[in-house]
C-alpha cells in the first residue's frame, strides 16, 4: 500500500488533547490504526493523554521538542523516535524555535 502525503488535506487542531497552541497533520487511516505527519510549531504541544487500545510511535523528522512518557522525559531530535506503549500516557512539545515534524503511526491493539 503506498501513502502519498502530497495528496492528503492538511488539517489544524487547536488545542490537541488539552495541548497548547495548535498541531497540523495528514492522517491516512487503515485497518488497525493510522499513519500520519503531524507538524508542531514552536511553543505548542500535545496535551498529556492515554493510549487505552493503541501503540503510538512518533519519528522526529526535523525540529527539537521533548516527550514524557509516565514519568521518563525524553529529548527529541531528528533520528529520535518515542514511543507510547498501550496503557502509557504521555505529551509532546516542541521545545525549539523551528516547527517539530513527526511521522507518526497508531496501531491498535
Not at 500520519?36 to 522526529?60: C, L, Q, W
Request: glycine share 12%; hydrophobic share 35%.
Amino acid at each position: 500500500m503506498l501513502i502519498d502525503f502530497n495528496t492528503f488535506k492538511e488539517i489544524t487542531i487547536p488545542g490537541l488533547n488539552s495541548g497548547s497552541g495548535s498541531v497540523s497533520a495528514k492522517m491516512s487511516p487503515f485497518s488497525g490504526g493510522k499513519v500520519m505527519t503531524a507538524k508542531i510549531p514552536a511553543g505548542a504541544g500535545i496535551g498529556m493523554h492515554r493510549h487505552e487500545t493503541s501503540v503510538d510511535i512518533n519519528y522526529v523528522i526535523s525540529g527539537t521538542g521533548r516527550a514524557l512518557c509516565g514519568e521518563a522525559e525524553e529529548l527529541l531530535s531528528p533520528g529520535t523516535c518515542h514511543i507510547c506503549p498501550v496503557g502509557s500516557s504521555h505529551c509532546i512539545e516542541n521545545t525549539g524555535s523551528d516547527d517539530l515534524v513527526l511521522f507518526t503511526a497508531v496501531y491498535e491493539i
